[in-house]
């Protein structure tokens, strides 16, 4: 099978979690024997090859890509990209296979599969049949390492919650805090001789796990917690707003706290950086709670569909797709 992957960017030149994780399925692709090209629509670099995945850019123009579209057996994309993937696969009479990591209130009108990021995500979607829900997968060993001393916030934007994360930065003068710039949004600069603030990097293992001993997600909006997941394997306690896909990501090993109750933050944070019995029962549920979400890999579930959704296209019978709980 031949798999052309359209996205707006792609790894290691973007570090966005839809990408990533994006990259995770299509690398299983590969693993297991198929072909897979990915376009990085807002590159206009030379290509280059990632895991086996071949990726290209948008400098030959659009054009090329809607020939490369012809040559391959479906076209995978994300909802967000504003149709771009939907419309190459529908003119070369291919398959649209499309992720979806943000709430949409219903289907595109040329697909054959979306792919969710999460139980959540779909259940706002008004008609999301047929489709298929797979986590993003993290590989613990590619994170796992000794915890740091510091409380976290990986980027340091207003979506992220930053305006919380300098408060509590400003009313805990005692604590150390690691900003860590994100790769996208506004990235606020907080100035603070508690805070060290360090440049986005492709090294989180290194650069901020193994400076962490606690996590903030205070995000107004996510569908599912990569950040999160990805500190679990190293047993760092993550203290999260309650959104529906960081619930569904972080289950019973995260602390949920609304971004409202800044002073019920502060009192978490106090108590897991000097409790140490508080913190090791706290670690220990992040990585039960790491393991489980590893060893729940959808990579192969994704293969499947997408499988079954090439060998079924054209015919008029619905996708079904046995055992893989698509509905």
């Excluded at 070369?92 to 943000?102: E, L, N, T």
């Excluded at 207003?158 to 949004?185: C, D, N, T």
Aim: proline residues 6%; glycine residues 8%.
């Amino acid at each position: 099978m031949r798999v052309l992957a359209v996205t707006p960017n792609y790894p290691p030149g973007s570090r966005v979690g839809a990408w990533l994780a994006t990259h995770q399925f299509m690398a299983r692709l590969v693993e297991v024997g198929h072909s897979v090209t990915a376009v990085a629509l807002g590159s206009t670099s030379t290509g280059w090859t990632l895991d086996g995945v071949t990726v290209e850019t948008c400098r030959r123009g659009r054009s090329w890509i809607a020939e490369l579209a012809r040559e391959h057996d479906v076209v995978v994309s994300h909802y967000g990209d504003g149709g771009v993937g939907e419309r190459f696969a529908r003119k070369a009479g291919r398959p649209s296979v499309q992720f979806v990591h943000g709430y949409i209130r219903s289907r595109p009108n040329y697909c054959q599969l979306l792919v969710f990021n999460a139980e959540a995500t779909r259940a706002m979607c008004r008609n999301p049949d047929p489709s298929i829900v797979c986590h993003p997968w993290t590989d613990p060993a590619a994170h796992a390492t000794t915890p740091g001393d510091r409380v976290t916030l990986v980027n340091l934007s207003e979506p992220k919650g930053v305006s919380l994360f300098e408060k509590l930065a400003r009313s805990m003068p005692h604590i150390p805090f690691l900003g860590v710039r994100g790769g996208y949004g506004r990235q606020w600069t907080i100035g603070r001789p508690n805070v060290d603030e360090v440049p986005t990097t492709r090294n989180m293992r290194d650069d901020v796990w193994s400076r962490t001993r606690v996590l903030l997600m205070p995000s107004q909006y996510e569908t599912w917690g990569m950040v999160g997941v990805e500190a679990m394997a190293s047993g760092i306690p993550v203290i999260a707003s309650p959104t529906p896909g960081l619930v569904e990501a972080l289950g019973d090993a995260g602390r949920f706290i609304p971004v409202d109750e800044p002073h019920a933050w502060q009192a978490a944070i106090e108590e897991l950086m000097s409790d140490d019995d508080a913190w090791q029962a706290a670690s220990e549920k992040a990585r039960k709670r790491s393991a489980e979400l590893a060893a729940g890999d959808d990579r192969d579930r994704f293969v499947e569909a997408l499988e079954r959704v090439v060998d079924e296209f054209g015919s008029a019978v619905k996708v079904l797709t046995h055992g893989l709980e698509i509905r």
